[in-house]
């Protein structure tokens, strides 16, 4: 393997100044509380970290440079796209992953299948400029999978979706289109659609190598959190892949693009309202509410752009004073 196979490229290398030319660039593969670890092209290494870091501002997939000799981590370069995400009650977003190029958000064919949590992941991915695509799993369990895929391919313009067994090596062919040397895909989704089982197919990994897998309760389809970490692997074939713990909520905040990008059709239509501050709900004039009476627009959609939008701005810290609803910068530093 080389650094290019690894996702390094001409805007990671334009970030290295001379004086950094004794140093090496690794690309974070694991982040614990306490220390993390990286990929060389030829190994993994545990990082030496400095007093003074916090290691919730690090993410999986992150290129940072590093002294050669000693592991020791020296800085952090700039980003291509972030991962991330507010959790209830967390001052800071938690980092999912770094630099992705493409995000498989994984659901199942199955009960547990949910048009407004996938909606969720779509602008987490909008937002942070990955391309997203859905991968409909254990479609190999159901009878007709098209009926699966008919439920999520309106959900955002142009939607990619596809649908495989995680489990079996077809799934590799499935992916290959987004899988090439140089391209890092990550897998987020809810507890037990199969993010590992397709690690592990893409990885060729089996045995101890391998993800742990774990079963789903009869019940509710729900899975056992089994992955309890973030972790980055190479692909069989090219590629990188990092695996991600099931989320059971998703919530939104900082979103801007994200929404936009995900509800085009109702974006689209704003600016034909009566009023530029138009909500959409009551006013005389609206053009999203016309379209919803003359059955172009669905209206649960629009009930689901509400309910999102109206979480990110309650999500979203803002400021109130001279300069109005100017965003604060959240607090950097140890969670
Ligand atoms: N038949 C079939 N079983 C699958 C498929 N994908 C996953 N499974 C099974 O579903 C269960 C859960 O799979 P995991 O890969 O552990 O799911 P996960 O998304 O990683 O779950 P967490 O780590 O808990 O977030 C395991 O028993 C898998 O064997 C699939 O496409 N077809
Ligand atoms: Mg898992
Ligand atoms: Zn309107």
Request: proline residues 5%; hydrophobic residues 40%; aromatic residues 4%.
């Given at each position: 393997?080389?650094?290019?196979?690894?996702?390094?490229?001409?805007?990671?290398?334009?970030?290295?100044?001379?004086?950094?030319?004794?140093?090496?660039?690794?690309?974070?593969?694991?982040?614990?509380?306490?220390?993390?670890?990286?990929?060389?092209?030829?190994?993994?290494?545990?990082?030496?970290?400095?007093?003074?870091?916090?290691?919730?501002?690090?993410?999986?997939?992150?290129?940072?440079?590093?002294?050669?000799?000693?592991?020791?981590?020296?800085?952090?370069?700039?980003?291509?796209?972030?991962?991330?995400?507010r959790?209830?009650?967390?001052r800071?977003p938690?980092?999912?992953?770094?630099?992705?190029?493409?995000?498989?958000?994984?659901?199942?064919?199955?009960?547990?299948?949910?048009?407004?949590?996938?909606?969720?992941?779509?602008a987490?991915?909008?937002e942070?400029?990955?391309?997203?695509?859905?991968?409909?799993?254990?479609?190999?369990?159901?009878?007709?999978?098209?009926?699966?895929?008919?439920?999520?391919?309106?959900?955002?313009?142009?939607?990619?979706?596809?649908?495989?067994?995680?489990?079996?090596?077809?799934?590799?062919?499935?992916?290959?289109?987004?899988?090439?040397?140089?391209?890092?895909?990550?897998?987020?989704?809810?507890?037990?659609?199969?993010?590992?089982?397709?690690?592990?197919?893409?990885?060729?990994?089996?045995?101890?190598?391998?993800?742990?897998?774990?079963?789903?309760?009869?019940?509710?389809?729900?899975?056992?959190?089994?992955?309890?970490?973030?972790?980055?692997?190479?692909?069989?074939?090219?590629?990188?892949?990092?695996?991600?713990?099931?989320?059971?909520?998703?919530h939104v905040s900082d979103l801007s693009v994200g929404l936009d990008?995900?509800?085009?059709?109702?974006t689209?239509?704003a600016?034909?309202?009566?009023f530029r501050d138009c909500t959409h709900?009551?006013?005389?004039?609206?053009?999203?509410?016309?379209?919803?009476?003359?059955?172009?627009?669905?209206?649960?959609?629009?009930?689901?752009?509400r309910?999102l939008s109206e979480e990110n701005i309650s999500n979203t810290p803002v400021m109130t004073g001279p300069r109005g609803n100017r965003k604060v910068k959240a607090p950097?530093?140890?969670?």
């Amino acid at each position: 393997m080389n650094l290019a196979a690894l996702g390094w490229s001409p805007f990671f290398a334009a970030q290295i100044a001379p004086e950094d030319a004794h140093l090496q660039p690794v690309r974070i593969s694991n982040v614990h509380r306490a220390r993390m670890s990286a990929q060389s092209p030829a190994e993994t290494l545990r990082l030496m970290l400095p007093h003074h870091i916090s290691t919730a501002d690090y993410a999986v997939g992150d290129w940072v440079l590093i002294e050669p000799e000693t592991t020791l981590l020296v800085r952090r370069l700039e980003r291509n796209s972030l991962l991330q995400r507010r959790t209830e009650g967390g001052r800071v977003p938690q980092l999912i992953a770094a630099n992705v190029d493409t995000l498989f958000i994984a659901t199942s064919c199955n009960e547990d299948l949910n048009p407004a949590r996938l909606e969720r992941y779509l602008a987490m991915a909008n937002e942070a400029g990955t391309h997203p695509v859905i991968v409909l799993t254990k479609a190999d369990k159901v009878e007709d999978p098209a009926f699966w895929r008919d439920q999520v391919t309106g959900l955002q313009r142009g939607l990619e979706v596809v649908t495989l067994d995680a489990t079996s090596e077809s799934a590799r062919a499935v992916l290959a289109p987004w899988c090439g040397a140089g391209q890092t895909v990550a897998l987020v989704g809810s507890s037990g659609v199969g993010k590992s089982s397709l690690l592990n197919t893409l990885t060729g990994k089996t045995g101890e190598e391998a993800q742990l897998t774990g079963g789903i309760r009869e019940a509710d389809a729900k899975g056992r959190h089994t992955t309890t970490s973030r972790s980055l692997h190479a692909i069989t074939g090219g590629g990188t892949v990092i695996d991600t713990p099931g989320i059971r909520t998703l919530h939104v905040s900082d979103l801007s693009v994200g929404l936009d990008v995900l509800f085009t059709e109702i974006t689209e239509l704003a600016p034909d309202c009566r009023f530029r501050d138009c909500t959409h709900a009551h006013e005389p004039g609206c053009a999203v509410q016309a379209a919803v009476k003359a059955g172009t627009l669905d209206p649960a959609r629009l009930e689901r752009w509400r309910k999102l939008s109206e979480e990110n701005i309650s999500n979203t810290p803002v400021m109130t004073g001279p300069r109005g609803n100017r965003k604060v910068k959240a607090p950097s530093g140890r969670r």
